[in-house]
């Protein structure tokens, strides 16, 4: 059983940047791909970004491409969002997920994770 805890949000104008984080603990966080999903009021939870097992591959939604950073440190059991030129349409509940998963596979779909964390507020005022 993997334990996934999001850190990070908060309130931030648009322009802003802020990164989440997400530790991982009760597994081997090297063996699972992990990814970040967002949910915003009313609607369905959306994918943001994956990264591989070690880092090798990444992906991004196109609505993120170019402002959002994917990245892990497996050493820490962390991985990374670092988000810039964030815009009030970003404003969501963001998630951490893994899965376990072959060396270069990124999950891009919510039912492709297996473990998701509580999730951290992103609110971004114009």
């Known amino acids: 059983q993997v334990q996934l805890v999001e850190s990070g949000g908060g309130l931030v104008q648009a322009g802003g940047s802020l990164r989440l984080s997400c530790v991982a603990s009760g597994g081997s966080f090297s063996s699972y791909a992990m990814a970040w999903f967002r949910q915003a009021p009313g609607k369905e939870r959306e994918f943001v970004a994956a990264i591989s097992r070690i880092g090798r591959t990444t992906s991004g939604s196109d609505s993120v491409k170019g402002r959002f950073t994917i990245s892990r440190d497996n050493a820490k059991n962390t991985v990374y969002l670092q988000m810039n030129g964030l815009k009030p349409e970003d404003t969501a509940v963001y998630y951490c997920?893994?899965?376990?998963?072959?060396?270069?596979?990124?999950?891009?779909?919510?039912?492709?994770?297996?473990?998701w964390g509580k999730g951290t507020l992103v609110t971004v005022s114009s």
């Open positions: 997920g893994a899965t376990g998963a072959t060396l270069n596979y990124i999950p891009t779909m919510s039912s492709a994770v297996r473990y």
